[in-house]
């Protein structure tokens, strides 16, 4: 069993950053492949990024390409969300979650193991 805890969230003005952080507890995180998904109040859960067991392929949802960024160190067990130029529509819970398959994946039913979520709040 993987258990996954996010860090990082916070409040910030529209324009900043955060860097997100998701430590991942047992053995199998380096051959796991990785995701964030976030949901805003109201709405459903949406992808945001994933990447693969090396961290060769990575995808990412339209309204985040360009100023996210995915990427993980499988020595320290940890998946990264950098995320720069917020806008308030980024606002949302973002959720750490990993599958036991080595590829990406944007589809949410293709994750096996969740974290409990960190808020991001992004002011105008």
């Known amino acids: 069993q993987v258990q996954l805890v996010e860090s990082g969230g916070g409040l910030v003005q529209a324009g900043g950053s955060l860097r997100l952080s998701c430590a991942a507890s047992g053995r199998t995180f380096s051959n796991s492949g990785m995701g964030w998904f976030r949901q805003a109040p109201g709405k459903e859960r949406e992808f945001v990024a994933s990447?693969?067991?090396?961290?060769?392929?990575?995808y990412y949802a339209d309204s985040v390409k360009g100023r996210f960024t995915i990427s993980r160190d499988n020595a320290k067990n940890t998946l990264y969300l950098q995320m720069n130029s917020l806008k308030p529509e980024d606002t949302a819970v973002y959720y750490c979650a990993g599958r036991t398959d080595l590829s990406a994946s944007s589809y949410s039913h293709n994750y096996d193991y969740w974290g409990q979520g960190t808020q991001v709040t992004v002011s105008s």
């Open positions: 990447i693969n067991w090396r961290g060769g392929t990575t």
